[in-house]
C-alpha cells in the first residue's frame, strides 16, 4: 500500500466531509472521488435560479444540480424533452453566481449530444465556459460511452445518469428499470460502460434498491441514487419536490422536507387580503 493510499483509508476526523466538514473552497470532482474512498455520503439537490442555490450553499450541499428537470420544475414545460442548450446555459450561469463552495453540475438537454461525441463536446464546452459549470451530466450507459469518453479527454468532467432516464419518455415512459435478470445485467453493464469512459459519478434513477447496492459494490466512482433505496453513495432530490412546491402528485420516493406551497399560498393570500382591506402598506412601509 502506498502512503497515499494508506493516508485515504485511514478514518476521518470529518474536517474534509463534503457535507459539514470545514472547508470553504468550490468542491471539485477530486473531492467527489476521496468521498467514496471515506465511504462518506453526500446530499445533492437540484436548482434553477441563482437565489434558491444560494440557500442550499449556505446549508452545505456540496454538490447542486442543474437539472434538465427545470423543464417541468421551472420552465413550464411537460416534460424535459423541450428544454434547450440555451436556457440551460443561462440558468447554469445563473445558479453558478449564486453559489461559492457547491460543485455545480448542469445538464446536457435532449438533442445536445445524442449525435455524437463532437456535439457532446461542442455542447458542454458551453456550459463549462459560459455558465461556469464544473461538470455536466448526460443519460445514457453504452450508448453514451463515446461521449463521455471524448468529454473527460477534453478535460471536462462527467456525471452519468442511468436507469430511468427522462429524456426517452417518449420511448419508455416513467418506470422501473432494471427489474428481471436480463434488465439487472443491462444496468450493470451500463454502470461499469460509463466508468470505463471516465465518469467521476453516476446518477440510478428509479431502480431496485437491491440493484442500486450492487452497482454501488461494484463501481470504485459513486452512485447517486433517486428511487434507488438507501445503499447508493449519494442521494439527489428535485428540490420542488423536496420543499413541496411541485404541485399534484410526487413520486413515492420523494421525502417532503416543508410545504412551501402552502406557506407561499396562505402568504400570497394574506397579502391581498391585507391590499384589498386597507391594511398594507401601513405607516412605517411609507416614506415622506
Ligand atoms: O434533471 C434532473 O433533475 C435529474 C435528477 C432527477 C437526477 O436528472
Given at each position: 500500500m502506498t502512503?497515499?493510499?494508506?493516508?485515504?483509508?485511514q478514518?476521518?476526523?470529518?474536517?474534509?466531509?463534503?457535507?459539514?466538514?470545514?472547508?470553504?473552497?468550490?468542491?471539485?470532482?477530486?473531492d467527489?472521488?476521496?468521498?467514496?474512498?471515506?465511504?462518506?455520503?453526500?446530499?445533492?439537490?437540484?436548482a434553477?435560479?441563482?437565489?434558491?442555490?444560494?440557500?442550499?450553499?449556505?446549508?452545505?450541499?456540496?454538490?447542486?444540480?442543474?437539472?434538465?428537470?427545470?423543464?417541468?420544475?421551472?420552465?413550464g414545460?411537460d416534460?424535459?424533452?423541450?428544454?434547450?442548450?440555451?436556457?440551460?446555459?443561462?440558468?447554469?450561469?445563473?445558479?453558478?453566481?449564486?453559489t461559492?463552495?457547491?460543485l455545480?453540475?448542469?445538464?446536457?438537454?435532449?438533442?445536445?449530444y445524442?449525435?455524437g461525441?463532437?456535439?457532446?463536446?461542442?455542447?458542454?464546452?458551453?456550459?463549462?465556459?459560459?455558465?461556469?459549470?464544473?461538470?455536466?451530466?448526460?443519460?445514457?450507459?453504452?450508448?453514451?460511452?463515446?461521449q463521455?469518453r471524448?468529454?473527460?479527454?477534453?478535460?471536462?468532467p462527467?456525471m452519468?445518469h442511468?436507469g430511468?432516464?427522462?429524456?426517452?419518455?417518449?420511448?419508455?415512459?416513467?418506470r422501473?428499470?432494471?427489474?428481471?435478470?436480463?434488465?439487472?445485467?443491462?444496468?450493470?453493464?451500463?454502470?461499469?460502460?460509463?466508468?470505463?469512459a471516465?465518469?467521476?459519478?453516476?446518477?440510478?434513477?428509479?431502480?431496485?434498491?437491491?440493484?442500486?447496492?450492487?452497482?454501488?459494490?461494484?463501481?470504485?466512482?459513486?452512485?447517486?441514487?433517486?428511487?434507488?433505496?438507501?445503499?447508493?453513495?449519494?442521494?439527489?432530490?428535485?428540490?420542488?419536490?423536496?420543499l413541496?412546491?411541485t404541485?399534484?402528485?410526487?413520486?413515492?420516493f420523494?421525502?417532503?422536507?416543508?410545504?412551501?406551497?402552502?406557506?407561499?399560498?396562505?402568504?400570497?393570500?394574506?397579502?391581498?387580503?391585507?391590499v384589498?382591506?386597507?391594511?398594507?402598506?401601513?405607516?412605517?412601509?411609507?416614506?415622506?
Amino acid at each position: 500500500m502506498t502512503q497515499l493510499s494508506a493516508a485515504r483509508t485511514q478514518p476521518s476526523d470529518g474536517s474534509k466531509a463534503l457535507y459539514g466538514g470545514k472547508g470553504t473552497r468550490r468542491i471539485t470532482v477530486r473531492d467527489i472521488t476521496l468521498a467514496k474512498e471515506r465511504g462518506e455520503k453526500w446530499p445533492m439537490l437540484t436548482a434553477y435560479d441563482a437565489m434558491t442555490a444560494s440557500v442550499f450553499d449556505e446549508a452545505g450541499i456540496p454538490v447542486i444540480l442543474v437539472g434538465d428537470s427545470a423543464g417541468n420544475c421551472h420552465l413550464g414545460y411537460d416534460t424535459t424533452v423541450p428544454v434547450t442548450l440555451d436556457e440551460m446555459t443561462m440558468l447554469s450561469a445563473a445558479v453558478v453566481r449564486g453559489t461559492r463552495r457547491s460543485l455545480i453540475v448542469a445538464d446536457l438537454p435532449f438533442g445536445s449530444y445524442q449525435e455524437g461525441p463532437v456535439q457532446a463536446l461542442r455542447s458542454a464546452t458551453r456550459l463549462v465556459k459560459e455558465a461556469g459549470a464544473g461538470a455536466v451530466k448526460l443519460e445514457g450507459g453504452e450508448r453514451s460511452h463515446e461521449q463521455i469518453r471524448l468529454l473527460v479527454e477534453s478535460g471536462i468532467p462527467v456525471m452519468a445518469h442511468i436507469g430511468l432516464t427522462p429524456q426517452s419518455v417518449n420511448a419508455m415512459g416513467y418506470r422501473v428499470q432494471g427489474r428481471g435478470e436480463e434488465a439487472a445485467q443491462q444496468l450493470l453493464r451500463d454502470a461499469k460502460s460509463v466508468q470505463d469512459a471516465g465518469a467521476f459519478a453516476v446518477v440510478l434513477e428509479l431502480v431496485p434498491a437491491e440493484l442500486a447496492a450492487e452497482v454501488t459494490r461494484v463501481l470504485h466512482i459513486p452512485t447517486v441514487g433517486i428511487g434507488a433505496g438507501p445503499e447508493t453513495d449519494a442521494q439527489v432530490l428535485v428540490w420542488t419536490d423536496m420543499l413541496g412546491l411541485t404541485g399534484g402528485r410526487v413520486p413515492k420516493f420523494v421525502k417532503q422536507y416543508a410545504d412551501l406551497r402552502q406557506i407561499m399560498g396562505d402568504a400570497a393570500r394574506s397579502f391581498a387580503e391585507d391590499v384589498v382591506g386597507g391594511a398594507f402598506p401601513q405607516e412605517e412601509h411609507s416614506v415622506h
